[in-house]
C-alpha cells in the first residue's frame, strides 16, 4: 500500500514539468472526502503545500507561490493524481511528496503531516 511519486527531473528556469502520484493497494477515491495533493520540501526548510484536491467535487487548492503557474488534476480511471508545473522557477526546487488524508478540507488542505504520503521525487530548476 503506497503512493509513488514520479516525474521529477532537472529543467531550466521557465522550463515545464508533470509530476504523477499513483497509487499502489491504494485507491484514492477513498480520500475522495479528505483531500490528496502535494507538498514539497526544499533544503533547510519545512515541508509546504504546494496543492490539493479535497471533497467529492474535487476543489482545488494552490499555495500563493505557484497560483496561476501549477494545476493539479486526477484522473480516477488510472488512480492518479497529477501535478502540472509551468513556468518552473530556481525557488521550486525542492523534493516534492504525494499524500493523502481522509480528515483534510478546503481549510486545513496546507498542513503537514497527511496520513498517507509515499516517497518524494526531487525537482531541481537550474540554468
Known amino acids: 500500500v503506497q503512493l509513488q511519486a514520479s516525474g521529477g527531473g532537472l529543467v531550466q528556469p521557465g522550463g515545464s514539468l508533470r509530476l504523477s502520484c499513483a497509487g499502489s493497494?491504494?485507491?484514492?477515491?477513498?480520500?475522495?472526502?479528505?483531500?490528496v495533493g502535494w507538498f514539497r520540501q526544499a533544503p533547510g526548510k519545512v515541508r509546504e503545500g504546494v496543492s490539493s484536491?479535497?471533497?467529492?467535487?474535487?476543489?482545488?487548492y494552490y499555495a500563493d507561490s505557484v497560483k496561476g503557474r501549477f494545476t493539479i488534476s486526477r484522473d480516477k480511471a488510472k488512480n492518479t493524481v497529477y501535478l502540472q508545473m509551468n513556468n518552473l522557477k530556481p525557488e521550486d526546487t525542492a523534493v516534492y511528496y504525494c499524500a493523502a488524508d481522509q480528515y483534510r478540507d478546503g481549510g486545513s488542505w496546507f498542513i503537514w503531516p497527511y496520513g498517507f504520503w509515499g516517497q518524494g521525487t526531487q525537482v531541481t530548476v537550474s540554468s
Open positions: 493497494g491504494f485507491d484514492l477515491d477513498d480520500y475522495a472526502v479528505g483531500c
Open positions: 484536491l479535497c471533497g467529492v467535487d474535487d476543489s482545488d
